[in-house]
């Protein structure tokens, strides 16, 4: 038997989908919504049925017979953590997805649980998310900060990383539950994880906290300068944090986040920016340096995802400084709804358990 998996990824003005009869896809296509017509719904989670419909509608424009499904699946938000795997939508994950103390915002990809919810139980098959950004399987030890009001906590790009270390456990022909790997995702945010047999015990947060800068985000800052820059009265805290995680790193320093026209600055001669994005790289080698640390030396590879990985010169400056650690392997751009679908079918396969939302 062969599955159907549909995958929605929302973003803040457009909505990801794709069917994949298990590795194969079906269609692939963008949705994208008018910012001003989003605005008419009051909130992010109130365009689920808008984006719903619109979802339907792509299948029935691609000769996808919504009955011909046998599961959906969402991005994961911003649940309380969780470990890796697919995870059964339920209605207190969809409580949590709709409540903004839990990490102080709304973001656009918890919208993936309800539209998945909804479709599935209109058709009554599983609703899956997975691989939300809030995985967490760190080790105790690496949950201590340095003042006990501060724990470290884990927000990366899970979805991407554990795929592709999935894809390189089968490559390197191993278990994925005994490889020891560094996975690098390269996107307007970078994450940096150490994973162990499996479990990624360790990374920097990749929205607002430590590890390298990158084309958005301002990473790790020296303390005394920032609580300076924090009590200077020039921001307010809604400002400051857009600064670190908006308006950081390559934008604070060249103006765009777009390291395709930083890398056509660069050929055009300009230092300043060579300067800049060489920064970028050494940050993220002392990152990956720092990983082989957590896993004792005992790296069977290191590999690189995201936008970034396609820019050769950046993937060589990293390269150069870490490659004594572990074989390279590069995977470019993302696999978000390769990622999404696959998750699904290994559940429908019978080759990992849906998981139960412990909350």
Same mark, same amino acid.
């Given at each position: 038997?062969?599955?159907?998996?549909?995958?929605?990824?929302?973003?803040?003005?457009?909505?990801?989908?794709?069917?994949?009869?298990?590795?194969?896809?079906?269609?692939?296509?963008?949705?994208?919504?008018?910012?001003?017509?989003?605005?008419?719904?009051?909130?992010?989670?109130?365009?689920?049925?808008?984006?719903?419909?619109?979802?339907?509608?792509?299948?029935?424009?691609?000769?996808?017979?919504?009955?011909?499904?046998?599961?959906?699946?969402?991005r994961g938000g911003l649940?309380?953590?969780?470990?890796?795997?697919?995870?059964?939508?339920?209605?207190?994950?969809?409580?949590?997805?709709?409540? &903004?103390?839990?990490?102080?915002?709304?973001?656009?990809?918890?919208?993936?649980?309800?539209?998945?919810?909804?479709?599935?139980?209109?058709?009554?098959?599983?609703?899956?998310?997975?691989? &939300?950004?809030?995985?967490?399987?760190?080790?105790?030890?690496?949950?201590?900060?340095?003042?006990?009001?501060?724990?470290?906590?884990?927000?990366?790009?899970?979805?991407?990383?554990?795929?592709?270390?999935?894809?390189?456990?089968?490559?390197?022909?191993?278990?994925?539950?005994?490889?020891?790997?560094?996975?690098?995702?390269?996107?307007?945010?970078?994450?940096?994880?150490?994973?162990?047999?499996?479990?990624?015990?360790?990374?920097?947060?990749?929205?607002?906290?430590?590890?390298?800068?990158?084309?958005?985000?301002?990473?790790?800052?020296?303390?005394?300068?920032?609580?300076?820059?924090?009590?200077? %009265?020039?921001?307010?805290?809604?400002?400051?944090?857009?600064?670190?995680?908006?308006?950081?790193?390559?934008?604070?320093?060249?103006?765009?986040?777009?390291?395709?026209?930083?890398?056509?600055?660069?050929?055009?001669?300009?230092?300043?920016?060579?300067?800049?994005?060489?920064?970028?790289?050494?940050?993220?080698?002392?990152?990956?340096?720092?990983?082989?640390?957590?896993?004792?030396?005992?790296?069977?590879?290191?590999?690189?995802? %995201?936008?970034?990985v396609y820019n050769p010169?950046?993937?060589?400056?990293?390269?150069?400084?870490?490659?004594?650690?572990?074989?390279?392997?590069?995977? &470019?751009?993302?696999?978000?709804?390769?990622?999404?679908?696959?998750?699904?079918?290994?559940?429908?396969?019978?080759?990992? &358990?849906?998981?139960?939302?412990?909350?």
């Amino acid at each position: 038997m062969t599955y159907r998996v549909l995958a929605i990824n929302p973003g803040s003005t457009s909505t990801k989908i794709a069917v994949y009869d298990e590795l194969t896809p079906v269609f692939e296509k963008t949705l994208r919504h008018d910012p001003a017509e989003l605005d008419n719904y009051g909130g992010i989670i109130e365009q689920y049925d808008f984006r719903k419909q619109l979802v339907m509608e792509a299948m029935k424009e691609n000769s996808v017979a919504p009955e011909t499904l046998h599961a959906v699946v969402g991005r994961g938000g911003l649940v309380r953590p969780v470990s890796g795997g697919t995870w059964k939508i339920c209605d207190n994950m969809l409580r949590d997805l709709k409540d &903004p103390s839990l990490w102080g915002r709304i973001h656009a990809s918890n919208l993936g649980a309800f539209i998945a919810d909804a479709i599935s139980k209109e058709l009554g098959i599983p609703g899956f998310i997975v691989d &939300p950004v809030v995985v967490d399987e760190f080790d105790d030890i690496a949950r201590i900060s340095g003042i006990p009001e501060i724990e470290r906590k884990s927000l990366l790009h899970a979805l991407n990383i554990r795929y592709i270390a999935r894809l390189m456990a089968t490559e390197l022909n191993k278990d994925f539950n005994t490889i020891n790997l560094i996975g690098v995702h390269m996107g307007g945010g970078i994450s940096v994880a150490a994973i162990k047999q499996g479990r990624i015990v360790d990374v920097n947060n990749a929205l607002l906290g430590m590890g390298p800068f990158s084309p958005q985000r301002a990473g790790a800052l020296p303390i005394g300068d920032l609580l300076e820059l924090a009590f200077s %009265g020039k921001y307010t805290h809604k400002e400051l944090v857009n600064r670190l995680t908006k308006t950081g790193g390559y934008v604070a320093y060249l103006g765009t986040d777009s390291g395709i026209e930083v890398e056509n600055r660069i050929e055009a001669g300009d230092k300043f920016a060579e300067k800049i994005q060489k920064a970028m790289c050494y940050q993220v080698a002392k990152e990956i340096g720092a990983c082989a640390t957590v896993l004792e030396g005992k790296v069977d590879a290191i590999f690189m995802s %995201g936008g970034l990985v396609y820019n050769p010169v950046i993937v060589n400056e990293i390269k150069s400084r870490t490659s004594f650690i572990a074989p390279f392997h590069i995977y &470019p751009g993302e696999k978000e709804m390769e990622a999404l679908s696959q998750g699904g079918i290994r559940v429908l396969k019978g080759l990992e &358990p849906a998981q139960d939302y412990p909350y």
